[in-house]
């Protein structure tokens, strides 16, 4: 297993206090670099703020400093296994973050596969899912996000909101509903949507940092340039990126939340499968937890893991490594059984994470 540096990215919007808290520092402050990539070979698109061509991608304190991306290049088949080379290349094709949002972001999109082919050029678009780690109030609010279109919503009233910039309308053309710790929520390509403040979550998704936003000034007033709203399209094919399918709470709940899955269980801990290849063949995502010792058996292909809690270590091939809350790992894919054993004063949560369903790439 290989240990990642945690690359902070900046955002339009502040956070990351938790973020500070997770990795031991507890100074209560907020930036504007909200966010935390995790297993990341992919450039944040920051137009008008940064140019760094490495920004929130991984480096490999072991190897040098150099990025994951270079590592994997330099041996595909043994760091992500032969057969995700032969169905998708070199290119894991996920990106992992954790969120932590001390106010909320603008209303956004991104787009499917299809819409990311037309406009962007890419094989992969930016469908996501969020699972809340955390949901303390903030100054008396509970944590909340907006998703998905009413009904009747039409691309026309759409563009009409955005261009009067009717930020209220925009808002109540979307359902706003409370989220608990716990929840894993799926937002598909196309489906409108926008975090709200207070949410600290763990995100899995397509490997892009596509992201239409319809907000020109932050709720905390800082002025958007274009190309961060319209990534480059311009502001009338960004309209061709939503879904304006609309749907009732009711059917929101029902279509987007995702419902856990215990995978194993065992004496040591287990296993929970928070969202996987049936509810989308993109990725996966599982909470790994541990009160003595667990065994984990990986199949031939890569992955990667967060120490969310505690404190441990973890053996593999005979090779002992202490881990502690905040630590990120990359598993190549002949890494094989690995076992987590938790200090006897700690328990261990671990978050492990996967890319796409090995068979055929599906819209």
């Not at 919007?13 to 909200?34: A, E, F, I, M």
């Not at 008396?140 to 910039?165: A, C, D, N, S």
């Amino acid at each position: 297993m290989i240990k990642l540096d945690s690359p902070r990215v900046w955002r339009t919007y502040t956070g990351g206090r938790r973020l500070n808290q997770l990795h031991g520092n507890c100074d209560g402050k907020v930036s504007q670099y909200p966010e935390e990539w995790i297993m990341s070979v992919v450039n944040a698109r920051n137009t008008g703020i940064s140019s760094e061509q490495e920004d929130g991608m991984n480096h490999l304190p072991d190897y040098d400093n150099q990025t994951l991306k270079a590592l994997i290049e330099s041996a595909p088949y043994y760091y992500l296994g032969e057969k995700h080379v032969e169905k998708y290349g070199s290119f894991p094709g996920v990106l992992v973050k954790i969120i932590d949002s001390a106010e909320r972001l603008t209303v956004q999109v991104h787009p499917d596969r299809e819409m990311a082919r037309r406009l962007f050029g890419s094989e992969y678009g930016k469908t996501e899912c969020w699972h809340i780690l955390d949901d303390t109030p903030v100054r008396g609010v509970k944590p909340y996000v907006y998703m998905g279109f009413k009904p009747g919503i039409t691309k026309e009233r759409w563009k009409e909101l955005f261009f009067h910039q009717d930020v209220n309308g925009m808002l109540n053309a979307m359902h706003k509903i409370e989220v608990k710790k716990g929840d894993t929520i799926l937002i598909k390509g196309g489906v409108p949507h926008a975090i709200g403040e207070g949410c600290f979550l763990m995100e899995i998704q397509e490997p892009t940092d596509y992201t239409i936003r319809v907000e020109r000034v932050t709720p905390r007033g800082v002025v958007i340039d274009d190309g961060m709203c319209h990534q480059g399209i311009g502001f009338e094919k960004m309209f061709e990126c939503f879904s304006y399918n609309g749907v009732t709470c009711e059917e929101a709940l029902e279509k987007w939340f995702v419902r856990p899955n215990v995978q194993s269980e065992m004496p040591g801990g287990r296993i929970v499968t928070l969202i996987g290849y049936d509810s989308v063949p993109f990725f996966q995502l599982e909470r790994i937890e541990v009160t003595d010792k667990l065994a984990v058996n990986e199949v031939d292909r890569f992955s990667g893991i967060y120490i969310l809690k505690g404190k441990g270590k973890i053996v593999s091939k005979g090779n002992v490594r202490k881990v502690e809350a905040g630590e990120q790992f990359f598993l190549p894919a002949g890494v094989g059984m690995w076992e987590a054993e938790a200090d006897k004063e700690n328990s261990l949560m671990i978050m492990r994470f996967m890319g796409p369903e090995l068979r055929e790439m599906q819209d």
